[in-house]
């Protein structure tokens, strides 16, 4: 029995001991080595430590203070240690998974490297400030420190979980119970063996907890020093460029008459050209690593557009025959004959839109692929004239896009923008006066267009002969670039509605909503969309290319995040902007939905929308839902909700009544379904077919190509007949007369022989033939045959009256018409005498 304590004890002291080396490891790792700290903690427990703690345990143990015997189960304390076995394992099995930081190490001399380039480039910066090199340093910085925060990111959640695991394994220290001993003597053996089996594990796991936030403290060093390095630059390049801006105009080179006379150090062009290259492909090489998945997206979105445009192509001829089909495609005028080129103009153009924090090389490769794509449209569409005017156009931005490029300013480089800017203003009055783009674009999108880029072009011959090279060089780029620009973004518009188009012709035969939209209506609406859009993104591209735009960015910005108050109200003008498109979108949601769940007008297919009523619920669900979410994403509170409603409560009292009638009224309608979007149906003396349920009032469109707005109080408050409710069958009801004296019997076999057969007539029910009244002049029968489709009674009456008149007439029978008696009283005896000697004798 005194063998088997001091197992125990030994056992325990080896637990003691660990904590104690914890405890001096924890004093001692600011100045041991890293090698040092993990040989301490893997090595063993030697036997003199052993020793003391076997004598300082048996001294608690003879004061009652250390190890006990418990009375406790021996499976509690089993339990327990199976427990803290499982729970280390699962640690254990995280740390050996392992923290993936291969790509932060690989990266840093990439990070190390690019700094090394701005910092040499900084030094030139002095000699002829450059706001295109200036520019390019503030993008580099920007994406390296766009990529050492996500690395920030990624190593400080790294150290959350290995401080997680550390508490995790450091609280079983301050589990007392693991102290009690097992009273029962023929287990103490098991338990023994599960103590030791949770000592090695736990050291195990501590260990290498250690070593990896070792690793990671020192990974997270080194990135947040580069960091802080990044910061700076970034700083001073945002103070440079504002420096720039408040020297613009100032001169900034020597005049272009006087080279030698300066005191400014020309500079060799091949030299700039070639540190200029080398920094703009070392920048390019750091944006593909670090903004390549915007790549790869834009890509995917290239590959789906694509196929998109083929489906849809493939589909209208596969439903068209072949002559149909080319005429509809033909009025595809881009997307059809030129699918990959429009794919390019698409994307490329996009993203050299929305390219706010781009490369300077990036952009004009984007640009490079657009003149490419844009050039083998218009080598088909536009005249040999104007298509070479397009070509002098690309060959100025090819220029102008080259000399951007140059960080230093250099006499070569003020001659090519002096030329450049004379041959802007040599094309932009011949483009002005060229009267064959009109069939390109309208005059209103031409003329203005031309007018600027003339303005721009001779503004940048102007500051080139005043020596402001730089702002020259932003001039006669922005000419070029801004009218490029929006020849693109007209084609965009235009490639969007062909897309739009094809979609629709692809779905006409089809059962989807689609086979109803108007595409001229759609055309309307979206091209006034687009236009907008287009027209804001090229006025974003003109503010970048004249780098303003940063600038309008932030005094927009400050202007509308500006806290206001009027009275005890507080409100920004961004609140209210957001409150308003919010409401705004809901509402074009809604018509948008309306359009396109309902009808453009009376249906001759004989279908009706069945979410026809349901969606009116749509349209004041999205309505809601836009309200409030205009309240939330505004910051206005959700308790001022309650003053508008009870403003409501206030006009409904004084005078909505009405409106509130035929809104609920419309609410009844969406449940109820006594009508829905194309369904015939008779309200007083209106009939017609049902185009819309709105919200307030409903459309019937009439069969004379009227439209009815009706409210929708009276839809339910009048007397309604719904011909389609259930189905589209019908009763007709004609009358055929027939002189006296005819035979029944063969009267009634002739006008059923009118029936059978007959496309669009039942003959469940069967027609019915009556005699119904001996009339003045004839004998009436009642003719009832029931039709399928309500649209074509009038059709299928005529084609049934038309065959029983020539069964009639072949069987000679007489269908008489009214007759009279005339009787005279009185009349004049000249007018009798007359008469007497005009009428012909009989002998005669």
């Given at each position: ?16 001991t660990l ?37 300082r345990l ?8 250390g190890?006990?015997?418990s009375?406790?189960?021996v ?12 729970l ?14 291969m790509?932060?190490?690989d ?20 000699r ?8 390019t ?31 995790t ?10 102290r ?8 103490y ?36 020093n580069?960091?802080?390095?990044v910061?700076?630059?970034?700083e001073?390049?945002n ?42 492909t ?21 590959v ?41 103009i ?6 050299a ?11 004009e ?21 104007l298509?070479?005017?397009?070509l ?24 090519g923008i ?10 932009g009055?011949?483009l ?11 005059p ?10 003339i303005?721009?072009a ?21 000419a ?15 490639i ?32 006034t969309?687009?236009?907008v ?19 309008i ?37 809604s ?18 929308n ?8 749509i349209?004041?669900?999205?309505l ?5 979410l ?29 409106i ?6 419309g ?51 009048q ?14 009801e ?22 059978p ?13 009556l ?24 059709t ?28 005279i ?6 007018i ?5 000697k ?7």
């Open positions: 029995m005194k063998n088997r304590y001091s197992t125990i004890f030994l056992l325990l002291s080896c637990c003691f904590l104690f080396c914890q405890q001096s490891f924890a004093q001692r790792k600011k100045t041991v080595p890293i090698t040092s700290q993990i040989h301490d903690t893997l090595k063993p427990i030697d036997s003199a430590t052993i020793s003391r703690n076997l004598k048996a001294a608690d143990t003879s004061n009652g203070s190890i006990r015997r009375d406790t189960t499976a509690l304390l089993i339990n327990r240690i199976e427990n803290y076995t499982l280390l394992n699962q640690e254990m099995s995280s740390l050996k998974k392992g923290f993936d930081t790509a932060i190490s990266n840093l001399p990439l990070v190390d490297s690019s700094l090394a380039l701005v910092k040499m480039n900084i030094a030139g910066l002095s002829t400030p450059n706001l295109n090199d200036i520019q340093n503030k993008i580099m910085l920007e994406q390296l420190q766009r990529k050492l925060s996500s690395w920030q990111s990624i190593l400080f959640s790294y150290y959350d979980q290995l401080v997680a695991i550390n508490d394994i450091h609280s079983l220290r301050r589990d007392t119970a693991m009690n001993i097992p009273s029962e003597d023929e287990l053996g098991f338990y023994v063996g599960q103590l030791s089996n949770l000592i090695t594990k736990f050291r195990s796991v501590d260990s290498a907890n250690r070593i990896n936030l070792i690793t990671i403290g020192l990974l997270q060093n080194k990135v947040a580069r960091y802080i390095d910061s700076n630059l970034l001073d390049m103070y440079r460029l504002q420096l720039f801006t408040t020297h613009m105009f100032s001169r900034d080179y020597r005049y272009i008459w006087n080279p030698h006379r300066d005191s400014i150090n020309p500079l060799s062009f091949v030299h700039v050209a070639r540190q200029s290259l080398h920094k703009s070392k920048v390019l090489g750091l944006f593909f690593s670090i903004q390549w998945p915007v790549i790869f997206i834009w890509i995917i979105l290239a789906l557009f694509g196929w998109w445009t083929y489906y849809n192509i493939r589909r209208i001829r596969i439903r068209h025959q072949k002559e149909e089909a080319e005429a509809i495609l033909k009025h595809s005028k881009y997307l059809f004959k030129y699918p990959i080129a429009s794919t390019i698409l994307i490329s153009t996009l993203s839109v929305l390219s706010i924090r781009y490369p300077v090389l990036y952009t490769l984007t640009w490079m692929i657009i003149l490419a794509a844009v050039s083998r449209i218009f080598y088909q569409e536009l005249s040999e004239k298509f070479r005017d397009w002098f156009l690309g060959g100025l931005l090819v220029l102008y896009s080259l000399n951007n490029l140059l960080l230093e300013i250099t006499y070569a480089e003020q001659w002096l030329v450049g800017a004379i041959l802007s203003l040599i094309l009055f011949r002005l006066r060229e009267e064959s783009i009109h069939t390109f674009a309208a209103k999108f031409v003329r203005p267009l031309f007018i600027l880029y303005i721009t001779g503004l940048s011959l102007f500051m080139v002969l005043i020596a402001r090279v730089n702002l020259a060089k932003i001039l006669g780029s922005s070029v670039v801004n009218t490029m620009m929006a020849v693109n973004l007209y084609m965009l518009t235009s969007l509605l062909e897309a739009v188009y094809l979609q629709i012709e692809a779905n006409k035969s089809s059962s989807s909503f689609i086979s109803f939209v108007d595409f001229q209506e759609v055309q309307r609406k979206l091209r969309l687009f236009t859009m287009a027209f804001v993104g090229w006025l974003m591209v003109v503010s970048r290319n004249l780098y303003v735009y940063e600038d960015y932030d005094w927009i910005q400050s202007f509308l995040s500006t806290g206001r108050t009027l009275g005890n109200l507080e409100f920004s003008f961004s609140s209210i902007i957001v409150f308003v498109l919010v409401i705004w979108v809901a509402f074009i949601v018509q948008l939905i309306s359009y396109l769940f309902g009808t453009s007008g009376q249906q001759a297919t004989g279908k009706k069945k979410l026809g009523s349901a969606m009116l619920l349209r004041l669900a999205v809601a839902g836009g309200i409030l205009a309240f939330s994403a505004s910051g206005i509170p959700m308790d001022k909700i309650t003053i508008v409603i009870g403003a409501l409560g206030v006009g409904i009292g004084f005078g909505l009544q009405n509130v009638n035929n809104l609920v009224s609410i009844i309608l969406a449940f109820e379904k006594p009508i829905e979007v194309g369904d015939v149906i008779e309200l007083g003396a209106r009939s017609g077919i049902v185009k819309e349920i709105g919200i307030r009032s409903s459309k019937i469109s009439a069969y004379d190509g009227s439209e009815v707005i009706v409210p929708n109080g009276e839809l339910i408050s007397q309604l007949i719904n011909w389609t409710l259930s189905n589209r069958t019908r009763r007709v004609v009358v055929i007369g027939v002189g006296y004296g005819s035979e029944v019997e063969q009267v009634k076999t002739i006008i059923y022989s009118a029936f057969g007959r496309e669009g007539v039942l003959t469940i029910p069967a027609p019915v033939v005699l119904s009244q001996f009339a003045d002049n004839s004998i009436n029968f009642r003719v009832l045959f029931w039709i399928s489709d309500l649209g074509n009674a009038g299928l009456q005529s084609d049934v009256l038309e065959f029983i008149y020539d069964a009639l007439n072949k069987a000679g029978i007489e269908l008489p018409y009214p007759q009279r008696d005339l009787h009283r009185s009349i004049d005896e000249d009798l005498k007359s008469w007497e005009d009428a012909p004798s009989d002998e005669g």
